[in-house]
């Protein structure tokens, strides 16, 4: 994913442990490029389950970063890095209390 893991962990800290419909509730209202794609991922990661299911785990780790070099003072360059993420999701079926 490029976005860095720092501004995807707010939107993957607001579904963490809801079920999947009210999580996709959740990030329907925010239109920022990360809640897209974590909105994304949990209707890829519905689809290939079945029944009423629940957001167990959800975490983001980093990715090996882009080296880019940016314009600085001087006629010099300075370096940064343009951040990516690895998203991993787990979805686990709700249990039914009869």
Do not use: W
Not at 24 to 43: C, G, I
Not at 50 to 60: D, E, P, Q, R
Not at 80 to 93: C, D, G, Q
Request: charged content about 25%.
């Amino acid at each position: 994913m490029r976005l860095s893991p720092k501004k995807i962990q707010r939107y993957l800290n607001m579904v963490r442990g809801a079920d999947v419909e009210t999580a996709v509730a959740k990030l329907e209202v925010k239109k920022t490029p990360a809640a897209v794609v974590v909105k994304k991922l949990l209707n890829s990661a519905a689809a290939q389950g079945s029944g009423k299911l629940f957001v167990k785990t959800i975490f983001a780790t980093p990715a090996p970063a882009l080296k880019r070099m940016r314009p600085g003072p001087f006629g010099r360059a300075c370096p940064y890095k343009r951040r990516s993420s690895h998203i991993t999701v787990a979805l686990s079926a709700m249990e039914s209390n009869k």
